[in-house]
């Protein structure tokens, strides 16, 4: 089939927030079509590779994205005709030669990765792959573990708990549908326990309920245990807990400052609390337990707790070979969170994926909290053969089109499909 690239074109679209995004379409000479829709985070690490947003007030609240759809239509589409989209290598180099920066900030990243992911599907598309063999070939077989925020707070949520993201991890059932369905169940579980007790079932930006009237940030750790028991699943052998707590988004002056606590904590506060909860929870993983450039905070938390838990860096490694390096070499974390969008290429996020695998590190493939229904991220998990996925609650449609790919894909895999469930956390302990 031929791969030759034949147009490119952007346009400007909505993501699960109601804000203007980038799609892309590709089109080869063999017919094919790639499209691509970009999503945007809420709590971004300093060190991501910039979105390009317009910045005029009067339209879209500046939250435009006119700039990256005429990156995409002036500069990168003229060059793009004639070449081979399946050489994604030489693409993506492509891409970041025309923008010239190593953050991404003249064309946008948001740009450059819709141009990138949507000439791989095209490719996909021209040789009649699904995009989870074309990438991974016929090794990639393994369903990711997911990480089901059911219970928002931080930037997801309005007056709800400090911490950002309260979630169930079903390692301990057999397939991937099956932990689809214990998701679903505790998700419904937790809304009947809000419910009883006089708490508000509206949900956040990523599906989970954000309650306000907590009184602590560990209340909500308490209420997902009892929704766990009250679905009739074992907390701990069923289903265990992970956290994100988006730490930077609550550091200020070298501080950790848990409003809803009126606590200031500090590094070793939080390392402190991490362990008290470890130790009367089933928690398996806790990702950004600490701000994004607290380094020797950071070395702290992987000595004491790194043992026992999964520490996934998000805004500390940002998809960036670069400073996963220094993560390992520090040793630091042990555990990466994948998101295309800040680093801006495919091929730049599976070499993340690669260097953490050949350095011992875990990949968890993660959305963000202004999604749309591109279900790239899922077909990655499956090519990469990661293990665990990141993608929201069982609500929203944008969360649950992820899910319902990868039940898709586990019935296309039928006997080949491999759950690791526990073996994705060594380090889970309890049950």
């Not at 326990?193 to 599906?207: K, Y």
């Amino acid at each position: 089939m031929d791969t030759t690239i034949e147009m490119v074109r952007a346009r400007e679209v909505l993501d699960s927030r109601g804000e203007p995004t980038v799609a892309v379409d590709v089109f080869l000479a063999a017919g094919a079509i790639g499209t691509a829709l970009v999503p945007s985070g809420a709590s971004t690490g300093t060190h991501e590779a910039v979105e390009l947003r317009d910045g005029d007030s009067k339209r879209y609240r500046g939250r435009g994205v006119r700039k990256a759809v005429s990156s995409v239509d002036d500069t990168v589409a003229p060059e793009l005709i004639g070449e081979d989209a399946s050489d994604q290598s030489a693409i993506d180099s492509l891409l970041r030669e025309l923008d010239g920066t190593e953050n991404k900030s003249k064309l946008g990243a948001n740009a450059i990765l819709g141009v990138s992911l949507a000439c791989a599907r095209a490719a996909a598309n021209a040789v009649g792959l699904p995009l989870y063999r074309y990438l991974g070939g016929p090794l990639a077989r393994t369903l990711p573990v997911p990480h089901m925020n059911i219970l928002n707070g931080g930037k997801h949520a309005t007056d709800s708990a400090d911490m950002q993201e309260y979630m169930i991890v079903p390692l301990g059932l057999p397939s991937f549908a099956e932990a689809v369905r214990a998701g679903s169940e505790v998700f419904h579980a937790l809304r009947a326990e809000l419910h009883e007790r006089g708490m508000g079932t509206g949900v956040g930006d990523e599906g989970g309920f954000a309650p306000s009237g907590l009184k602590s940030n560990e209340q909500p750790i308490e209420l997902i245990v009892r929704a766990i028991e009250r679905a009739g699943y074992r907390a701990g052998e069923d289903i265990a807990l992970a956290l994100d707590p988006a730490s930077t988004e609550f550091q200020k002056d070298g501080k950790y400052r848990l409003a809803r606590e009126g606590r200031q904590c500090s590094a070793e506060d939080m390392i402190g609390l991490y362990a008290e909860w470890q130790l009367k929870y089933p928690l398996a993983s806790v990702e950004d337990g600490l701000g994004e450039d607290d380094w020797d905070g950071w070395r702290k938390l992987t000595q004491q707790l790194g043992d026992r838990l999964q520490l996934v860096g998000d805004d500390l490694f940002v998809t960036s070979v670069d400073r996963i390096r220094k993560g390992v070499s520090e040793g630091v974390a042990n555990a990466v969170l994948i998101k295309p969008n800040q680093i801006g290429t495919l091929s730049e996020t599976i070499e993340a994926v690669d260097f953490a695998h050949r350095s011992g590190y875990a990949a968890v493939v993660s959305h963000r909290s202004g999604e749309t229904e591109d279900t790239t991220i899922a077909d990655l998990c499956v090519a990469l053969n990661t293990g665990q996925i990141k993608t929201g609650s069982l609500s929203r449609s944008e969360r649950v089109a992820k899910y319902n790919r990868l039940m898709e894909i586990e019935l296309e895999l039928g006997d080949a499909a491999r759950y690791p469930g526990r073996d994705a956390f060594p380090r889970f302990r309890r049950g």
